[in-house]
C-alpha cells in the first residue's frame, strides 16, 4: 500500500515537473522529490477538497497545498460549473481577500480567470471584511463570489470559500459538483487567462458605506448609545481585514471612545503579535484585555482576519477582564435582540433564530422564553443561510449563531459578520448601563439566574496530515460501535448520528429520524437524563476532531454564580477524564 501511494505520488510530482507550471514551482517540487518525502507525500497524496469552508490548506507547492495553480483549477471550475448553471446568462461575481500572506495574489489570479471566462468581475481594492463580500454578491446581484482567506487558522495556510447567488458558501449539490468540473482540469492549460481585464472593476470606500449603512439598520437602542456615545470600547483587528471597518461601523452607530491597539492595526499576514489570530484563545486577547485593563474599558473586542468571527472580554465585578466563550457571545446578542424586538412590539409569532447542533441549548430556552422559533442546523454558517432561504418570504429571521464565534444578526448578509456583532455587542453594553444600570457581565449572570446556568467546554484533539486523517476516521468508528454507557454518573439516553440522521432511544433501543435536519454530516451526539450533551465533530477545515461539552445546574442567584461555575467546570473535566481526552 505505501509503496503504491509513493509512486502515486511520484507519478503527480513528476506530472508537476513536466506542465506548463513555472520554473521556481518546478524547482521546489524537484527539491521535495530529492530531499524530503514527507512533505513530497504531503503536498501531492491528494487533492484539496471543499469542506464545510471552502478550500483551504498550507500554502506551498503541489496539489494538496495552497499556491496559484489549485487556486487556478478550482477557479475555471467553478467557472465552468458557473456557465453550466447560468446558460444564457451575463455572469457576475465578487471576489475579496483577507491580509494573509499571498491573498492579494490570490484574489487577482481568481479575478484574472472570471474575467477571461467573460464574466463580469467586482474585485475590492484591498482587504476587506468576508461578510462583506456576502453582502457585495447580494447587492451586485452576482451569480457567485470567491473570499481568500484561511480565517484564524495559523499563518502558513490560505483558504478559497465559494459562494453562491444568495450570498452563502456553497452547500449540495453545488458543493460536490463544483469538485466534480475542478478534477476535469488537469492542465494549466485549461485555465483561462490574460483575457478582458476590462471586465474587472474595483471596488472601494463607496460601497463599504452601502454596507456600513446595513450594518446599521440593526440598531436597537439608539437613545442609549446617546446617552452612553462614550462608552470605552477596545478593539484589535489582529492584523487583519477588520482594521477599517469595526471602528467606522462603531461610529456609526454613534461611539465616540474606540481604542485600537496600535501594535495589531499593523496589517501582516505573519501575525507577529500573537501566535494564532483566533479570538477564541485568551492569548490571542492578551494585548487587547491588557490596553482594556489600563484603560479602564467597559469591552475588549477583537475580529479575526477575515474580520467574521468576533472575540468578547468583559469586565467582571472584580475588575478582571473575562474572555466570553463563543456560546455566550452568542446568547448575549440573541437576548439582547429578542429583549429588544419583544419591547419594541416587533415579536408576533413569525420570527425565528437559529443556532448549530453543537452549541449551547441555551438560546433554547431563551428562545422560549419570548415564543420565537429556534431551528438547529449542522456546523458551519451555510447551513443557517440554508434555512434563511427555505424560510425567505415565510418568516423574518432574527439572528443566529455558532459556538465558534460566529453571530449573524439580520439577513442582508448570509454568513457570520464580525463587524456587525462588534457593533451590536457595544450597543447591548450601552443599553444594559442605560436600562438596567449594570454592565453586560452582570447582565449575562442575571440571565443564568433566570434561565439556568449553562457552561460549556471544548476539546480539539490534533492530528496531522495523511496519517492523522486516518486516525480520526478511526475514532468516529469506535465511537459509534462503542459509545459510553453514561457520563459523570448519568446515563446516555439518546445517542445522536447526524451521518444516518437518526437518533437511538438507548433504553427502548427503538431508532427514530432526526426532525429538522436533512444535511448528513459525521457527527456524534451523546445527551445524559441530567442534560448534559456531549458532540464529536471532526473539523471540516482542520487536522482535527473537537469534542464539545455542554453541562447545566439551577442558579438561584448571582451570589452562588462562582461556585456553580467551579462545579459545572470541575464535571467537564471529570467528563473529559472518562472519555480519556486529558
Known sequence: MANNLDQNVLAKAEAWLAGDYDAQTKEQVKYLIDNDKNELIESFYKDLEFGTGGLRGIMGVGSNRMNVYTVGFATQGLANYLKKNFEGEQIRVAIAHDSRNNSRLFAEHVADIFASNGFEVFLFDALRPTPELSFAIRELKCQSGVVITASHNPKEYNGYKAYWSDGSQVTEPHDKNIIAEVAKITEVSQVLTGKNKENITILGAEFDEKYLEAIHSLSLSPESVKKYH??????????????????????????????????????????????????EERKTMAMAIELARKEGADIAMATDPDSDRIGVALRNGKGEYVLLNGNQTLVLLMSYQLTRWAELGLIDGKQYVVKTIVTSTMPDAVAEHFRVKIYDCLTGFKYIAKIIREQEGKTKYIGGGEESFGYLAGDYVRDKDGVSACSLAAEAAAWCRDTKGMTLYEWLQDLYVKYGFYREGLVNVVRKGKD??????????????????????????????YKTLEVLDVESGEKSSIEGISDHSNVLQWLT???????????????????YFGVKAPLASVDEFEAVQSALDAKIEAIKAELKLV
Do not use: W
Not at 484 to 493: A, I
Not at 529 to 547: C, H, L, M
Open 468 to 497: 492523522g486523517a486516518e486516525q480520526i476516521q478511526n475514532m468516529m468508528v469506535e465511537f459509534r460501535a462503542n459509545p459510553p454507557k453514561s457520563l459523570c454518573g448519568s446515563p446516555v439516553v439518546k445517542i445522536y448520528d
Open 529 to 547: 437524563a441530567d442534560g448534559t450533551k456531549v458532540s464529536v465533530r471532526p473539523s471540516g477545515t482542520e487536522p482535527k476532531i473537537k469534542f
Open 230 to 279: 462614550d462608552l470605552k470600547i477596545v478593539y484589535t483587528p489582529l492584523h487583519g481585514a477588520g482594521v477599517n471597518l469595526v471602528p467606522a461601523s462603531l461610529k456609526k452607530f454613534g461611539f465616540t471612545n474606540v481604542i485600537s491597539v496600535p501594535e495589531q492595526t499593523v496589517i501582516d499576514g505573519n501575525f507577529p503579535t500573537v501566535e494564532s489570530p483566533n479570538p
